[in-house]
């Protein structure tokens, strides 16, 4: 659908909900989100008229992982309440926020691929630490932050370049063992599934974040 073909309600809609993300956000987003939220918009509501409602199936990692992205597609719903008199389920707050993470990262299946990669990784630390994580330490909050730059490099070939002292890499694997396990068991799930080998630089600092998080195991 061309942009011309769209209501002037929805581009209205779509330009408040960009100029208060750019605004909190304090960035400028990719000028490509005017014409795919605008487009969102427009489906969305439409389909909520008729009474379809499309689950968000990454909504919890959304919430979990970008939480003032989210945020901010709460604001969203809010102001589409006000222009259209409709209340949109929340399921439309984490789309929202996925094309405000898009338009700071530049593409739609790189933030996919960025949410669903931090999942996979905070599972195997999960499982193979056995434990839950406190969300709200700033221990997660880093670790999280981390995994978002490693995910990114991960996925636009952009390894990290920097070498790691070979005494202080066999030191923190001493020192964290149940994180060093950790990160293997995260190696062999990237090679596996993504054909992606760690490096040691990106190794060390995994241990470093992974022992944080867990308690210095």
Same mark, same amino acid.
């Given at each position: 659908?061309?942009?011309?073909?769209?209501?002037?309600?929805?581009?209205?809609?779509?330009?408040?909900?960009?100029?208060?993300?750019?605004?909190?956000?304090?960035?400028?987003?990719?000028?490509?989100?005017?014409?795919?939220?605008?487009?969102?918009?427009?489906?969305?509501?439409?389909?909520?008229?008729?009474?379809?409602?499309?689950?968000?199936?990454?909504?919890?990692?959304?919430?979990?992982?970008?939480?003032? !992205?989210?945020?901010? +597609?709460?604001? &969203? =719903?809010? #102001? *589409?309440? /006000?222009?259209?008199?409709?209340?949109?389920? !929340?399921?439309?707050? +984490?789309?929202? &926020? =996925?094309? #405000? *993470?898009? /338009?700071?990262?530049?593409?739609?299946?790189?933030?996919?691929?960025?949410?669903?990669?931090?999942?996979? #990784?905070?599972?195997?630390?999960?499982?193979?630490?056995?434990?839950?994580?406190?969300?709200?330490?700033?221990?997660?909050?880093?670790?999280?932050?981390?995994?978002?730059?490693?995910?990114?490099?991960?996925?636009?070939?952009?390894?990290?370049?920097?070498?790691?002292?070979?005494?202080?890499?066999?030191?923190?694997?001493?020192?964290?063992?149940?994180?060093?396990?950790?990160?293997?068991?995260?190696?062999?799930?990237?090679?596996?599934?993504?054909?992606?080998?760690?490096?040691?630089?990106?190794?060390?600092?995994?241990?470093?974040?992974?022992?944080?998080?867990?308690?210095?195991?």
């Amino acid at each position: 659908m061309l942009l011309a073909d769209l209501s002037p309600e929805y581009m209205e809609v779509s330009g408040k909900i960009i100029e208060m993300a750019e605004q909190k956000l304090q960035k400028k987003l990719n000028e490509s989100i005017y014409i795919s939220l605008t487009d969102h918009l427009h489906m969305a509501i439409r389909r909520f008229r008729d009474g379809t409602v499309v689950r968000n199936m990454m909504l919890w990692e959304i919430k979990r992982f970008y939480p003032e !992205e989210y945020a901010l +597609g709460e604001k &969203a =719903l809010a #102001i *589409i309440h /006000a222009k259209f008199d409709l209340d949109l389920p !929340e399921d439309e707050a +984490g789309f929202v &926020a =996925l094309h #405000i *993470i898009d /338009a700071q990262m530049g593409n739609r299946p790189l933030a996919d691929n960025i949410t669903r990669l931090i999942q996979e #990784i905070t599972n195997i630390v999960r499982y193979t630490c056995a434990v839950e994580f406190n969300v709200d330490s700033p221990q997660y909050c880093r670790f999280v932050t981390h995994l978002k730059f490693f995910a990114k490099r991960m996925f636009t070939e952009k390894a990290s370049v920097g070498e790691v002292d070979e005494e202080m890499e066999k030191m923190v694997q001493k020192k964290y063992m149940t994180a060093h396990l950790c990160v293997q068991k995260i190696a062999e799930f990237l090679a596996g599934k993504y054909h992606y080998e760690l490096n040691a630089d990106e190794r060390f600092y995994l241990i470093i974040h992974i022992a944080k998080v867990v308690g210095k195991r």
